[in-house]
């Protein structure tokens, strides 16, 4: 399997703009998870899905972020608008039962200008 | 509400000593509790585990990691430190029960110099 799969790795965008962040979990996995990496906050847990239904999204900091998992390969994170303090890494990470660890996707490094 | 605290932003070691990157955590009920490594422009890697059982946990690249119920601690460990050991480690918490989000410390910058 090639693990969990993001895409893009890099997105720089102007601010205003809409985002939006792919992942593919590895095949199996019922468990997604969206995370948030900066210097300030560390990593942050943004919302997860089990078997495709959102079931904690608390951690999502405002109603501009919206994310989606239509299936189990397919989740998406988007952003509308950006704005510049969204800039991080972002991660997606998947498991095979909620208690078990997660395999992290190589993420996405944002930048919003 | 769980937590964790890895007090030590960075952690320097000589490379063929000891090394210890210390964490605390609080949750409500028992914990299940992890230590990830993550590389430069990398995602983060599973290093070991602790679910139930032996205090002493073994994991990949030889590091090890022992849980402590009364201190509530799981202080990562290797006997010998590589060089290559150099990057940020992550300890993760969640309770046995209930919420499946694990929730991740700050993270502790490692820096084995040779």
């Known amino acids: 399997d090639a693990g969990v799969i993001q895409s893009p790795r890099h997105e720089v965008t102007e601010m205003g703009q809409e985002v939006t962040l792919r992942c593919k979990p590895i095949?199996?996995?019922?468990?997604l998870f969206w995370y948030r990496q900066t210097m300030m906050r560390g990593l942050e847990l943004l919302i997860y899905f089990n078997n495709n239904v959102p079931i904690d999204d608390s951690g999502m900091p405002e109603d501009r972020f919206s994310a989606k998992m239509p299936n189990a390969s397919f989740s998406t994170l988007k952003i509308q608008p950006s704005e510049p303090r969204d800039s991080a890494v972002y991660f997606c990470a998947s498991s095979l039962g909620g208690h078990l660890y997660r395999y992290f996707g190589p993420g996405t490094r944002l930048t919003v200008t | 509400a769980q937590s964790v605290a890895q007090p030590e932003d960075q952690v320097n070691v000589a490379e063929g000593n000891p090394l210890t990157v210390k964490c605390t955590y609080s949750?409500?009920?028992?914990?299940?509790l992890f230590w990830y490594v993550q590389y430069p422009n990398r995602g983060l890697q599973f290093l070991l585990k602790y679910i139930t059982g032996d205090n002493l946990v073994k994991g990949s690249y030889g590091f090890e990691a022992e849980f402590n119920k009364s201190q509530t601690s799981f202080h990562l460990k290797k006997p010998s430190a590589l060089v290559s050991d150099s990057a940020l480690y992550f300890c993760a918490v969640r309770a046995d029960t209930g919420r499946r989000a694990l929730t991740f410390g700050s993270g502790t910058r490692l820096q084995v110099q040779p």
């Open positions: 949750v409500s009920g028992n914990p299940y």
């Open positions: 095949s199996g996995h019922d468990y």
